[in-house]
């Protein structure tokens, strides 16, 4: 239907979510962050650094650079700015929040949007770079905003470091487990195994990194960098093409699955 009326799968399928939210007699679904976090935020993040040029990114990193954390931060500042002028009882750090939930852009609907308009090969990689790594950016705000509304203490000195703590960490352990990674991949043979290990690659970054309490988006994002640029070294060309035809399918699978999902949302938050 997408494809008929020439908009983006994306926008219809969060359209048919708030739909079916309102159908009498569906059983209400909630969507629990922990779920999106531990389940579905992985693969994506991987699989879409494993899809990405490392060159492009060094090429355009003062701008990814820029638009990831000062033009994140920027409009978090400006959601907390309207929030509060809107609801003055708001405390700061509430609209703060609020503004780490919003600032982030959404990858999938962004590069799908831009494809159509025959943009730039620079300015798509531009907004896919920025669209992954400006999720540590806000989760990072979000967390010590969240520390102080909840305690009433607010420390920039603390979210800085927290932060710059945050990115290498998670950065550090995508890479080591990347190098543990293609050792593994190099020495199997089964097709079965390498889409399996393929598959588990971007939650064994994410949850190492967020045991550790450092960020498990740049972990899985190292990773998905790391394995990338040495497919071609750990695996064989039919390997290759079956891992490659798992992470196409994966990929459609989840991203439907969400936005679906985040349509489904508003009846139970209405109610």
């Known amino acids: 239907l997408a494809q008929r009326l020439k908009i983006e799968y994306p926008i219809l399928l969060v359209a048919g979510g708030l739909i079916l939210g309102f159908i009498p007699g569906l059983p209400r679904v909630e969507m629990r962050p922990d779920v999106v976090f531990l389940v579905f935020l992985p693969p ?46 708001l405390p700061w750090a509430v609209a703060i929040v609020l503004g780490a939930i ?28 920025e669209s992954l790594f400006n999720d540590a950016t806000s989760l990072v705000i979000y967390n010590v905003a ?9 420390s920039w000195a603390l979210g800085i470091g927290q932060l710059f703590l945050a990115a290498t960490g998670g950065a550090a352990i995508g890479v080591a487990v990347g190098w ?23 939650y064994a970054a994410y949850y ?9 988006v740049l972990a899985a994002i190292a990773v998905g960098l790391y394995v990338g640029r040495r497919a071609d070294t750990i695996t064989s060309p039919r ?13 459609y699978l989840i991203n439907g699955l969400l936005f679906i999902l985040v349509g489904l949302q508003l009846h139970p938050i209405l109610a």
């Open 102 to 129: 919003l600032g982030p852009t959404d990858e999938t609907a962004a590069i799908a949007i831009a494809s159509r308009l025959n943009v730039s090969r620079r300015l798509i990689t531009i907004i896919k770079a």
């Open 180 to 202: 543990v990674v293609t050792r593994i991949r190099q020495h199997l043979d089964d097709l079965m195994l390498q889409n399996m290990v393929s598959l588990l690659t971007g």
């Open 146 to 154: 969240l520390v102080a509304a909840v305690t009433g203490t607010f």
């Open 208 to 216: 190492t990194a967020d045991v550790l309490h450092v960020s498990g």
């Open 44 to 89: 994506l993040l991987y699989y879409e650094a494993y899809n990405s040029s490392i060159r492009d990114f060094r090429a355009n990193l003062r701008l990814i650079t820029l638009t990831a954390v000062f033009l994140v931060i920027v409009l978090i500042a400006a959601v907390a700015v309207m929030a509060h002028a809107l609801i003055p009882a």
């Open 239 to 251: 390997s290759r093409i079956q891992i490659g035809a798992q992470r196409d399918f994966t990929l």
